[in-house]
């Protein structure tokens, strides 16, 4: 029923949260285990997630079509339940507190990390860039560039092009990344490659959607995004002591 696909909607969404936070944690730890460059680990992440972005919306409306919706939402179930076994097979590492653990020492933890965060030559201004470069990118990826196609008068599919010509470009930019990025500073990739996009998405204004040239800077675009993503999470994990990480 509807009801059934809303509330699983709504669960879902409550734990992805914690989930990816969990997961972009446990990817610089496992690299590091490994003796991996924490930014190569990152990009390579970022590369297999477009990837799934790639392929999944192609996937998905193969099995809508071959079979129903209801049994492509059962299957993703049996997939996220496969993903269940493979995490609990994972090592697991306790958390070894100071002290007793009560609401104030909670406070008190969370006012260190923010005090860290925003004393950090690097991570502190990010604090800033991130939620400003999401307010920009969430709208344009969910709203204006499909309104773009709709009032220029193009077809879903085509929409779907685009969008896929961005992923695939992404899946390219995440292997550059890791090949280039260890031996760049961070900061001078994060410059280059914002400035980079900002160009890209400026370039899209003087184009015709569904044009050649527009999928070509889409996928300029899916190339340079993906060390935007990957920067952020590895900076994070290298620049911050372990104690403050889950904070």
């Not at 990816?20 to 944690?25: C, D, G, V, Y």
């Not at 299957?75 to 009560?102: D, N």
């Not at 899209?204 to 070509?216: E, I, K, N, R, T």
Request: net charge neutral; proline share 6%.
């Amino acid at each position: 029923s509807l009801w059934l696909v809303i509330v699983s909607q709504i669960i879902g969404v409550f734990f992805d949260g914690p989930g990816q936070i969990a997961k972009n944690t446990l990817v610089p730890a496992a690299a590091t285990e490994q003796d991996v460059p924490i930014v190569r680990a990152m990009g390579l992440q970022q590369t297999l997630q477009n990837v799934a972005n790639f392929v999944g919306p192609l996937s998905a409306g193969f099995l809508v079509a071959l079979l129903s919706e209801s049994i492509t939402l059962m299957f993703a179930s049996v997939l996220f339940a496969f993903c269940i076994l493979l995490v609990i097979g994972l090592p697991r590492k306790v958390m070894q507190h100071e002290h007793p653990m009560s609401l104030e020492r909670a406070y008190a933890d969370m006012r260190e990390a923010v005090r860290f965060l925003i004393k950090d030559p690097f991570l502190g201004p990010m604090q800033i860039f991130g939620p400003l470069f999401a307010f920009v990118v969430g709208p344009v990826s969910a709203m204006v560039i499909p309104a773009w196609f709709v009032f220029a008068e193009q077809s879903a599919a085509q929409l779907g092009i685009f969008l896929g010509a961005q992923a695939l470009g992404g899946m390219i930019g995440g292997f550059l990344f890791a090949a280039f990025a260890p031996k760049v500073s961070q900061q001078k990739w994060l410059f280059g490659a914002t400035g980079a996009y900002a160009l890209a998405l400026l370039g899209l204004y003087f184009l015709q959607p569904g044009s050649v040239v527009a999928l070509w800077v889409s996928f300029l675009a899916g190339v340079v995004f993906t060390g935007i993503m990957a920067i952020p999470y590895s900076s994070f994990y290298i620049r911050t002591p372990e104690r403050l990480l889950g904070r």
